[in-house]
């Protein structure tokens, strides 16, 4: 899929004033690789994560994020989701077809997304699963990259401003290995992760 769509670049520029709002700051955004299949594995706190993230890496990548198979269900929204190049997953299931089509892009070059939490988090701690792990070790051509977000759980307190922070980095612990189990892979990146940002919940339900 030729990067970035045209519906992904409109997309983004319909959320720069969600992101001016939120007083978006990013950094780390040159530790993505310009070119070549990558992994961004992030945690999962609202479901203003996968805009924010892909607005901070607009102008580096498009990512294509694995996203809840209902979006696709709402109406207007499967055009915009396909022509974004996001990938459908069904949410709890395991889903094998979701992680074929996460793989052929990886392989074919693509920035693929995903939240290992699996669901946002509610302030919650949640073990991360293994599909991340298995995508990882399955592409192992792929770059994995981790980003910190928070801030984004304040959209909801209007009008209190929220201050949002995206934060791209390479894993401390390195990039996956040959041999690595794909569960302890998944959690050792998602600790990276939540070493940065803790869980949260919205600014309503505190």
Not at 33 to 43: K, Q
Not at 44 to 52: A, G, I, K, R
Request: with cysteine; net charge positive.
């Amino acid at each position: 899929m030729r990067e970035p769509t045209r519906t992904y670049r409109i997309a983004m520029a319909v959320n720069l004033p969600v992101a001016a709002w939120g007083r978006l700051e990013s950094s780390g955004v040159e530790t993505l690789p310009a070119s070549g299949p990558i992994l961004v594995v992030g945690n999962h706190d609202s479901h203003w994560d996968p805009v924010m993230i892909g607005f901070a890496a607009r102008k580096r990548r498009m990512i294509r994020a694995l996203a809840k198979s209902q979006l696709w269900d709402v109406k207007g929204l499967a055009p915009v989701l396909n022509g974004m190049g996001q990938i459908p997953i069904v949410r709890g299931a395991g889903d094998a077809q979701a992680l074929a089509n996460a793989i052929e892009a990886l392989r074919a070059g693509s920035c693929v997304g995903v939240f290992p939490e699996g669901t946002r988090s509610r302030g919650r701690e949640m073990r991360a699963r293994s599909g991340v792990g298995r995508l990882a070790l399955e592409v192992p051509e792929a770059h994995v990259s981790c980003v910190a977000v928070s801030g984004t759980s304040d959209l909801t307190g209007f009008p209190r401003r929220p201050k949002i922070k995206v934060h791209f980095f390479d894993p401390a612990g390195g990039q996956p290995r040959a041999g690595e189990n794909p569960g302890e892979l998944s959690a050792r990146l998602m600790a990276e992760i939540r070493a940065i940002t803790p869980p949260t919940i919205s600014y309503r339900k505190r």
